[in-house]
């Protein structure tokens, strides 16, 4: 049965920091991985999309990585903003494109 | 990108009523499309596949005789909450991938918070 796990579960940080989130996922046997964000009573924003086949994807600020044999993933979100503060989701689809997701990180950069 | 859109964005209902959720794909088809639960504080936990064309598929310890899930076109998925109780207040949220067979994106409406008197 496949688990994921996101370390911290909450960071606090002040504005202008770099920033490593950490998943990790117990079966190898991924389609893809996908990070999401969440702000409180909202839903779920794509923020990357990794395949099996690829090692990292880059959108703006933010760079996802993927070592699919030792079943991790780190989100790197550099020059942190206040509005980056949320809940970060990780999330593996192990097939028919059913996501499995970890219990999130919740970050808040303060000015 | 894709929009998935929810009706409604929430909803106060009675205990032993029922509630039903739309969960619509603006933009594209999605013979597939999940369900979720999200209770405060938690990750979002997988209810059920829902197929268009055909019968729903339940994860374990999901009832679905409580959870009655509808999948009657290729934009369009119902969850119907039956005989609603206070512990199924939640935020129900859905989802659709992009492309069928796995390897897409998925992509997520904005929930439905569902609170039961």
């Known amino acids: 049965k496949q688990e994921v796990t996101q370390i911290p579960a909450a960071l606090s940080v002040p504005e202008g920091e770099n920033l490593v989130l950490n998943c990790s996922f117990t079966d190898s046997a991924i ?17 990357l999309l990794i395949q099996s086949s690829q090692r990292e994807q880059t959108s703006g600020r933010l760079n996802a990585s993927l070592d699919k044999s030792s079943g991790r993933s780190t989100l790197y979100i550099a020059a942190s903003q206040p509005g980056d503060s949320a809940t970060y989701l990780c999330a ?3 097939g028919y494109n059913k996501l499995i997701f970890g219990a999130g990180t919740r970050l808040a950069v303060h000015p | 990108g894709a929009v998935v859109s929810q009706h409604p964005s929430w909803v106060i209902c009675k205990s032993g009523t029922s509630v039903k959720i739309e969960c619509r794909s603006l933009d594209f088809q999605a013979t597939t499309m999940f369900w979720y639960r999200q209770f405060p504080k938690q990750s979002l936990m997988l209810m059920a596949t829902s197929n268009e064309g055909s019968k729903a598929t339940y994860e374990q310890g999901v009832e679905k005789d409580k959870f009655l899930i509808n999948h009657a076109s290729l934009t369009l998925s119902t969850l119907t909450v039956t005989s609603a109780h206070p512990e199924d207040s939640s935020f129900y949220i859905c989802s659709a991938p992009l492309l069928a067979g796995g390897g897409s994106g998925q992509f997520f409406g904005p929930g439905t918070r569902l609170t039961v008197l």
């Open chain 1, 31 to 47: 389609y893809n991985l996908q990070w999401f964000r969440q702000d409180p009573g909202k839903g779920l924003t794509s923020l």
């Open chain 1, 92 to 94: 593996v689809s192990g």
